[in-house]
C-alpha cells in the first residue's frame, strides 16, 4: 500500500513509529510531517496528505496533531476525503468499516505510541463494509 503521512510539532515521535511499523510490513510511505518539536502550521501537512489522497497518490493517510481536530478538519475540506478522529482502535476499526474512512487523524497529546502504531494498522487492515454504509457515506460529501 501507499501511505501518505504528515504531523505537526506534537507528532514526530509518533510519526516515527508509526513509519518504522509500516515499512517493516512493506508498505511505501511518503512523509510530509516535520521531524522538529518546533511550532509549525499543520493545516500545511493535512492539505498534502489529502491532496496524495485525492489524486490518488496514496491509498489511506495517516495524520497527527495534539488534539487530532484541527488537522482532521483541515484534511476533510478536501473532496473525497474522509479523515476520522481517532483515539482508541475500536474508533479506527468503525471509521473504516462504517465511514470508509481514508485518512486516520491521531491526538498525540491524548493517545500513547503504542496506542498510536495499533490504531494505524487496525485502520489498515479493516475492510468497509458497504451495504447500508455506503448509501451514508454517499451522502458526505457535498
Known sequence: MKISIG???????????????LK?????VTNYGTDS?????????????????????????II????????????NKHQKVRAALCWIKEIATLARQHNNANIISIPARFTSIPQ???MVDTFLNTEFEGGRHQTRVDKISC
Open 7 to 21: 504531523n505537526d510539532h506534537a507528532g514526530p515521535e509518533y510519526k516515527k513509529a508509526i513509519v518504522e511499523m
Open 24 to 28: 517493516a510490513k512493506g508498505h511505501e
Open 37 to 61: 518539536i518546533d511550532s509549525v502550521d499543520y493545516p500545511d501537512f493535512a492539505h498534502a496528505v489529502a491532496n496524495d489522497i485525492t489524486e490518488a497518490k496514496a491509498d489511506f493517510g
Open 64 to 75: 497527527i496533531c495534539g488534539s487530532g481536530n484541527g488537522i482532521a478538519m483541515a484534511a
Open 116 to 118: 498510536a502504531v495499533e
